[in-house]
């Protein structure tokens, strides 16, 4: 079936550090979207990516939609406290009616 | 956020009950999701709704069933057939603005079956 493989399943850096999860599909995607999860609450949508190779920027966050549309990553530069939390990429495939498969989710822990 | 409300916060059971979940939202997203969430998981899908009185399963949707009558509303009731009830609900709506579709989550119920 449909399915999202997300790595790592935690990571652990210091303040200032990079970070970087990669989502992996063994089909084409429509979309692929981008959550982050605090501790404690609930998905907040980060971002949606469209198009073969898009690459779109938030600050110190950069979202990559791969060529084939089968993968896609999510780096911080220079992490903050407040990038602390799980983040989930989500993959639509056509005809899916927007229905969302979720990764498992990469845990980030940053250290002060 | 963004107005889907889910109560309460915080929900016992007994084994062998049969619970609803409520989830409201003010946004007038036509398409409404129900998620599960266990420890250290992603979300999984039970069940979802694109329009009033039509829903369809998702990828967990056996113990569970689910209503649309009004826009606003789509509850879900965990019954006594689902094995392992224990775990953080999570409702969800869908809006549209230009090509891009937004999930909004709610805050979540949090049950816990004794």
């Known amino acids: 079936g449909q399915q999202v493989m997300q790595i790592p399943q935690y990571q652990h850096v210091q303040e200032g550090e990079d970070f970087t999860t990669y989502c992996n599909s063994s089909?084409?995607?429509?979309?692929i979207q981008w959550y982050k999860q605090r501790p404690g609450g609930h998905p907040v949508f980060l971002i949606q990516?469209?198009?073969?190779?898009e690459v779109k920027k938030q600050k110190r966050l950069t979202f990559q939609f791969g060529e084939a549309k089968k993968n896609s990553s999510l780096h911080i530069t220079a992490t903050q406290t407040t990038d602390v939390g799980t983040y989930f990429c989500a993959g639509v495939w056509s005809g899916g009616y927007n229905k969302l498969i979720f990764g498992a989710g990469t845990r980030l822990a940053v250290h002060p | 956020d963004g107005g889907i409300t889910q109560s309460p916060k915080y929900l016992f059971r007994k084994e062998g009950q049969n619970v609803t979940l409520s989830c409201e939202q003010n946004l007038n997203h036509d398409a409404m999701y129900w998620y599960r969430q266990d420890p250290g998981q992603g979300l999984r899908l039970i069940y979802y709704s694109q329009i009033v009185n039509d829903f369809q399963k998702g990828d967990i949707a056996e113990g569970y069933s689910v209503s649309r009558e009004k826009k606003e509303s789509f509850p879900l009731t965990v019954t006594s057939a689902q094995k392992n009830p224990t775990a953080f609900y999570l409702c969800?709506?869908?809006?549209?603005?230009?090509?891009?579709?937004?999930?909004?989550f709610g805050p979540g119920t949090r049950l816990t079956v004794l």
């Open positions: 990516l469209v198009k073969s190779g």
């Open positions: 089909t084409t995607l429509s979309n």
């Open positions: 969800a709506s869908t809006t549209r603005t230009g090509s891009i579709d937004t999930q909004y």
